[in-house]
């Protein structure tokens, strides 16, 4: 069984098709990249996907259900988790407090939205999620103060805390230094037994790295998809998305 399954996905703006009848199968655990050139339709085939965008046509299934027409909310809680090309973390926070209100969300449950009161479990959760992507010794400091690379960390950090079965990452290379690309893709190895990962990326090294499969996307469409291996050697990704 797939975990997400896309059927003629579409989105039109105007007279403007981003996404063009797009069929995307994503097993469980599987590490999959989305890459194409600038405007191909990547951020906006993953907004439809998490719900923050609506189709103009398609449908879309999670774990066999139908989510087409639930929220970006709703998708979440069935276990979606989208992370911004543009980090979403709040500034004037501590990293602690970020990290805090994902859990207790996350702890949320029934119509009351009750949480479950446990100040010292939830710091030792919040360090412990705040350890696995290298930002253990930023607890106390607030969002803002971080670095542009180090808030994109904490973003990663927000989305694993949420306990997702599917986290969508939208270039969460971007403005990280050689040291933290490589920390981070030991953290998407590590937790690839457990989340199933949809990632947007530029950094193509860090594509063929990580990705065990990759869909290559032009003009809103499916170009090819396949293994690092097999998109490397396709004459048409070549063309017009390696430059070979």
């Not at 960390?153 to 990280?176: F, N």
């Not at 949809?198 to 996307?217: C, K, S, Y």
């Amino acid at each position: 069984m797939s975990l997400l399954r896309t059927e003629a996905l579409s989105k039109r703006f105007g007279g403007l098709e981003a996404v063009r009848n797009v069929d995307l199968e994503l097993p469980a655990g599987e590490i999959r990249a989305v890459i194409g050139p600038n405007g191909a339709g990547k951020t906006t085939l993953v907004s439809v996907i998490s719900g923050r965008l609506e189709p103009t046509a398609g449908r879309i299934f999670f774990k066999d259900r139908d989510i087409t027409g639930l929220s970006a909310w709703q998708r979440a809680r069935a276990g979606i988790v989208y992370t911004f090309q543009i980090t979403s973390v709040f500034p004037k926070l501590s990293c602690h407090d970020n990290l805090a209100l994902a859990i207790q969300r996350r702890r949320m449950t029934g119509l009351a939205g009750r949480l479950r009161e446990d100040p010292a479990a939830l710091r030792a959760e919040v360090e412990a999620a705040l350890a696995r992507v290298g930002l253990a010794e930023d607890i106390d400091r607030t969002a803002a103060e971080l670095p542009y690379g180090h808030q994109r960390l904490l973003e990663v950090a927000l989305g694993l805390a949420l306990s997702p079965e599917l986290l969508i990452m939208d270039e969460p290379t971007q403005g990280l230094s050689n040291a933290e690309i490589a920390r981070f893709c030991d953290l998407v190895r590590g937790i690839a037994s457990e989340v199933t990962v949809l990632l947007i990326e530029h950094n193509m090294p860090v594509v063929m790295d990580l990705a065990e499969r990759i869909t290559v996307v032009e003009r809103g469409a499916v170009l090819a998809e396949g293994t690092p291996a097999e998109i490397r050697a396709d004459a048409a990704v070549q063309r017009a998305y390696l430059g070979t």
